[in-house]
């Protein structure tokens, strides 16, 4: 994972708080035990059948309807009055503007500075994870909610998970990897409601022998192994 502290590109914005979205206060009561969790590709093997079994191994949809990442962007009716503003396309340069104005919010909260510090450091999973839960508190706490209506260049826009990661400097893909990586983790790591998987567990104190990154998608990938195999073992219950 780079050692490189978020940025976000340049523009005015406004250090507005935005309203707490209680439709988000929990990350996971929307998955329940039965929903079945699992990686944003599919592979050969993903599709192959089992010789010993026959059982088709589940292919491994997007968590796209999890984290709805590009809804459409509108402007509030109110916003539509203030020039100048940008068309609700979503843009590059929007999604800059309602990134900076979220970072403008977040980085004078006290958690910013440990995240930032942390993201120059290769981190256990047990330390990433905490990365992970405050991105997560982050875009439950926005996505959904609209700027403000006079926010320059970007009034009454209503946020998506993309401009949230805008925030942060990181990728659209580095929010669903979060969010997946916490869920799964639930499941399967230790008290996990489905099983306490001994590898899963194992690998949270693992030293990282390269980067928190590449530790981070060999932790998603095992997670996402121990999912397959518990789906196929639970077949007849789904």
Not at 171 to 198: K, N
Request: proline share 6%.
């Amino acid at each position: 994972m780079s050692g490189k502290s978020p940025r976000v590109s340049s523009a005015t914005s406004s250090s507005s708080s935005a309203p707490t979205n209680s439709r988000f206060s929990n990350p996971f009561s929307r998955y329940e035990s039965g929903f079945g969790l699992t990686s944003r590709q599919t592979s050969a093997r993903d599709t192959a059948s089992s010789p010993s079994t026959g059982i088709t191994l589940p292919s491994i949809p997007s968590l796209s309807t999890v984290s709805n990442p590009t809804p459409p962007t509108t402007l509030a009716p109110s916003a539509t009055s203030l020039a100048p503003t940008l068309s609700g396309t979503a843009t590059s340069a929007l999604d800059n503007l309602v990134g900076l104005w979220i970072r403008g919010v977040i980085s004078k909260e006290s958690q910013w500075d440990a995240f930032v510090k942390n993201r120059a450091r290769v981190l256990k999973m047990t330390q990433q994870l905490e990365q992970y839960k405050y991105v997560q508190r982050i875009m439950d706490r926005y996505v959904g909610t609209t700027t403000p209506v006079d926010l320059e260049g970007a009034g009454g826009v209503t946020i998506t998970k993309a401009q949230v990661m805008r925030a942060f400097n990181l990728s659209l893909a580095w929010g669903e990897d979060c969010t997946e990586t916490l869920v799964m983790t639930t499941l399967y790591g230790p008290d996990g409601t489905r099983c306490a998987d001994t590898r899963v567990c194992a690998m949270l104190d693992e030293e990282p022998p390269i980067s928190t990154g590449i530790q981070a998608k060999k932790y998603l990938a095992l997670l996402r192994e121990v999912h397959g195999q518990w789906t196929i073992a639970h077949a007849d219950g789904l």
